[in-house]
């Protein structure tokens, strides 16, 4: 996607061949800031510190992590390690153990010397897959977006268009490229269907206001920021036509891990008989589990995010604010689950499945569980 109309990817392989670059999403949206990563160490704190964020980007950089271990200790040893520090990073997004059991069956086979070069091909080519994957999912998305605004008689935009509501950030910043809710957003916008997006804030960590926000600004998309308890008032006024949201973790049987909140907007969603979609590329899908709620290992952040914000202040500055009493406690839980009956469809980049154990193997054969 563009970036004051240049063309960008969230993770690329710097003009060395060795030094991996990313966007520090952190700094965003008031600074545009490219960060290199040079070393395993630095991987996993873009990671763990959200410098990088999002499941299918977890899994891509996570990928370039063990390229870039390969420099210090390509041994089969050195794989090991790799593996286990990246893997202790973020614990909900299930990219991250797929990206690097994938890399780790790719190295074991090679020899050692030959191993730095087999990582980065291989890291190169899950970007790139990555990229294929939304995109595709996006096309298919964009046609529920296209039938939804059929159905209202294809209003224009200043007729209400057709309106989406979206948690998180699962755009383009959250993925390789294209993203995976907003993919169909793009790409029914750019097939000029009058599309205009309800962004969540997300608290605490705000990837709607700081991400969502911004990508779809850049895109040209029309967008309106709410804060997260609107969502249901919307439904209940005719305003949302359709609920897209992204996730960290599907289980085999279609149960929904996303960032904190989803479940709420999907109980709003299903009282309000809104259709509520997920965009699911399959390398989030975690076919060990059946689940969610009792299987779906939750990241618990540090309270700090919960109490204090960030901002940019009147001068400029970008300073970060407390908004607690003195010595109140915070619990921070990341993500929650939506169990299957409450999601309309899953978008996957071969088409769009239903929400349940067959759904899926009609669509991934390869993963049923033979008889
Ligand atoms: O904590 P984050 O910002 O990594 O959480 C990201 C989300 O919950 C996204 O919605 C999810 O990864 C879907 S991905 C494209």
Known sequence: ??????????????????????????????????????????????????????????????????????????????????????????????????????????????????????????????????????????????????????????PSLEDGGVNVLTHCNA????????????????????????VHVWVDETRPRNQGASLTAWELGQHGVPNTLIVDNVGGHLMQHGKVDLVITGTDRTTGTGDVCNKIGTYLKALAAHD??????????????DWTLTDGVQEIPIEERDASEVTVMTGRVADGSVQDVSIIPDGAKAANYAFDVTPRRLVTGLITERGVSEASPEGLTALFPEFAIPE
Not at 272 to 285: A, M, R
Request: charge should be negative; aromatic fraction near 8%.
């Open 1 to 154: 996607m563009r970036v004051d109309g240049k063309p960008y990817r969230t993770i690329w392989l710097a003009d060395d061949g060795k030094t991996v670059e990313i966007i520090d999403q952190t700094r965003l949206p008031h600074e545009f800031v490219v960060v290199p990563l040079n070393s395993l160490a630095d991987a996993c704190t873009a990671i763990a510190d959200m410098w990088v964020r999002g499941a299918p980007l977890i899994g891509a950089t996570a990928a370039y992590g063990m390229a870039l271990a390969m420099w210090g200790d390509a041994s089969d040893q050195g794989v090991k390690a790799a593996y286990d520090r990246l893997y202790a990073t973020r614990p909900t997004a299930v990219n991250l153990r797929w990206a690097l059991d994938d890399l780790k069956a790719v190295l074991d086979p090679v020899p050692v010397p030959q191993r730095i070069e087999a990582a980065y091909a291989r890291a190169a080519e899950i970007c790139n897959e990555d990229v294929e994957i939304c995109s595709s999912l996006g096309e298919h998305g964009a046609e529920l977006i296209r039938a939804a605004w059929e159905k209202k008689g294809k």
């Open 171 to 194: 755009g383009w910043l959250a993925t390789v490229d294209w993203g995976t809710a907003l993919a169909p957003i793009y790409k029914a916008h750019d097939a000029g269907i009058p």
């Open 272 to 285: 309000n008989d809104v259709p509520f979609y997920v965009g699911l590329p399959s390398p989030t899908i």
